[in-house]
């Protein structure tokens, strides 16, 4: 009757955290870790002349998952170059915090240009993303993600990749791991930058506008035959 009544609070719990535990570093760890590897190795392959092409690919990580793996590998690559700083390495963290940016201050700028495609949670979440996303908190864009992932992606990563690409080509640099427009004494061609993420922010809001208002079209009911149409 005692194992009975413990296995529900203790037993059960501890087996099923150790056989996931198991899963998570057998057969689910290994092969991200393998793949982390070998994205960083990429990315390194794309330092030097193909400084724009790397903003690019990562403008794109960072705003793909958004806190997700791909996001840490970009992040992570950034900030292992911080360890040994030279100007290469400066130019990346720029255009990683850049990027992360994006996405919470696009969602932000469409719930406020355009209230009616988003619901009520929708437009609040969006009064928050300004902070997170001046912040360098990507993940202020994820609920916007999880409801609309199919035009909400693809378009943040539109303008992260426009805004990776521009902070390396401007040629910005930053010295710090973390804190958004908060570390701008930090940022090497601080005017420059703050376009660049202006620019991504306003490609990824058009995006988002653009592909809701035509799902919004499409979706409208067509007026019952016979019904009167007014002037």
């Excluded at 910005?172 to 376009?195: D, K, S």
Aim: aromatic content about 6%; hydrophobic content about 55%.
């Amino acid at each position: 009757a005692t194992l009975r009544g413990i296995m529900p609070v203790l037993v059960i719990p501890l087996i099923a955290s150790a056989v996931v535990g198991f899963l998570m570093f057998i057969v689910v760890g290994k092969p991200i870790a393998a793949l982390q590897s070998a994205l960083t190795d990429w990315l390194n392959g794309l330092s030097g002349s193909n400084a724009v092409i790397l903003g690019v690919v990562l403008g794109l990580m960072m705003c793909f998952d958004m806190g997700g793996p791909l996001n840490k590998v970009a992040y992570a690559f950034a900030v292992g170059g911080l360890a040994d700083p030279t100007d290469g390495s400066l130019k990346v963290m720029a255009a990683v915090m850049a990027a992360g940016m994006v996405p919470p201050l696009a969602m932000a700028l469409a719930t406020t240009v355009r209230k009616k495609l988003f619901t009520k949670t929708e437009r609040e979440n969006g009064r928050a993303a300004w902070v997170l996303g001046a912040s360098f908190i990507t993940e202020g864009a994820i609920p916007f993600a999880a409801a609309d992932p199919l035009r909400v992606i693809p378009s943040v990563m539109a303008g992260g990749a426009v805004t990776g690409a521009l902070s390396m080509a401007f040629g910005c640099t930053l010295r710090a791991p973390h804190g958004g427009i908060f570390v701008v004494p930090l940022i090497g061609e601080p005017f420059l930058y703050l376009l660049a993420i202006a620019a991504g922010t306003l490609v990824a809001t058009a995006l988002v506008v653009l592909l809701k208002g035509a799902r919004r079209t499409v979706t409208a009911p067509a007026p019952e035959a016979g019904a009167e149409v007014t002037g």
